[in-house]
């Protein structure tokens, strides 16, 4: 009987109205802590946040046999080059080359037509360089 019990909480002393619903709801609560302890925070996880520095990440996988991806990401829209080079240097070919808009890119290479060996992928944006090294084992 909530009318008698808590007095102003229920329309007809049986069932709650709004202000005794959320009484109810505080109460249920409190009883669920006491019994088990203070519920764990869980954060939401922010979407689309966009990069706050440049950054290019080791491939995945690694050593890979023949396919691997290559992330990065830009915080400012801009010139991207990401290419791939051999031990020697020399380019073997070219993944982005274009402007692009800040935010995270996943970029597939395939070394099916390359032999077996070290090879490195190179990020260049907006006066920003960075290498990574990749293994091609068959």
Known sequence: MWGTTYPGVSNDLYHPNDKGNTKMAVKFYDELVKELGEPTKVENPVINQQPQ????YQNYPNPFNPVTTIKFEIPEYGYVKLSVHNI???????LAND??????YSVSFN???LPSGVYFTRLESNGFNSTKRMLLLK
Request: aromatic share 10%; no cysteine.
């Open 53 to 56: 520095q440049f950054e290019l």
């Open 99 to 104: 402007f692009r808009n800040a935010g995270p």
């Open 111 to 113: 070394g099916s037509n």
């Open 88 to 94: 020697k240097g020399r380019e073997i070919t070219v």
